[in-house]
């Protein structure tokens, strides 16, 4: 018989490969941006508009936030680097990888919980809630690695401050990074996943069941800012570019927001 969690290491291994394309080389008259995961279907949308394509060719390497973070530490090569938390980009600044007076929020987000589309759990997420009934016998949760992917640290904590986490902490499918907990719900996996409001939005495979409160977590805020030593007009235009109404608009119609002003 196979080993169940083995089985899920290798799906969760599987599912990474499957959404993360990581380029080894950027050439000179390339901007290559480092983004989490989250903002693939958004961003792959705009960095196709006629006005990021005037700025000559720019592509896009998606995965959690903290591979990307120890990649530039590493020496990859990104002009942009947009994470999903404010811890990895305050890692990279603290490491002098970031033009720090080029930093800027740029975008906020949401937690939801999300079920295959055809699922008839419901549930309603507050204090205490049964999760863990929710699940059945056997079944699993999918969310982002709790301690380094920043939609895993945000579900952990939410589910911490709603006092279920305890409930649920054997049965986390933890995935490298969300777009991966997000196939595992979509391929009917696991019953229920945690993931951010924009990739229900992009997933017709899953529905929300329900949004986590905001006061569960803290704010779910993308800054973004110019790579130390890719500081080029090209990058600066780009990342001016992202702050557009009309960049905003395609980012909100993916399921994003304007980043929270609370801390």
Request: hydrophobic share 50%.
């Amino acid at each position: 018989m196979i080993d169940r969690a083995v089985f899920r290491t290798a799906l969760a291994m599987l599912a990474a490969l499957a959404t993360i394309v990581v380029p080894l080389r950027a050439s000179a008259d390339e901007l290559l941006v480092f983004a989490a995961a989250s903002l693939k279907p958004a961003f792959d949308e705009i960095i196709a508009t006629p006005n990021a394509r005037a700025l000559g060719e720019i592509k896009a390497s998606y995965a959690a936030s903290s591979q990307l973070e120890h990649q530039i530490d590493a020496g990859a090569p990104a002009s942009l680097f947009i994470s999903a938390d404010q811890d990895w980009m305050n890692a990279a600044d603290a490491k002098g990888r970031i033009v720090r007076d080029t930093r800027v929020d740029l975008l906020g987000n949401a937690l939801v919980l999300v079920a295959p589309k055809d699922s008839k759990i419901t549930l309603k997420i507050a204090p205490n809630f049964d999760l863990a009934g929710a699940l059945g016998k056997d079944g699993h949760i999918a969310l982002g690695e709790p301690n380094s992917v920043p939609a895993g640290k945000y579900a952990k904590a939410s589910l911490t401050s709603l006092g279920v986490w305890d409930s649920i902490e054997s049965r986390i499918v933890s995935a490298d990074n969300v777009r991966a907990a997000l196939n595992f719900v979509a391929k009917g996996e696991v019953p229920l996943g945690v993931v951010y409001r924009s990739d229900a939005v992009s997933e017709p495979a899953v529905r929300v069941v329900d949004t986590f409160p905001d006061a569960s977590h803290a704010p779910i805020v993308y800054p973004a800012a110019i790579v130390t030593d890719h500081d080029t007009p090209a990058a600066r235009e780009l990342l001016d570019l992202l702050r557009t109404p009309a960049a905003q608009a395609i980012f909100a119609r993916h399921g994003f927001d304007a980043p929270s002003t609370h801390r």
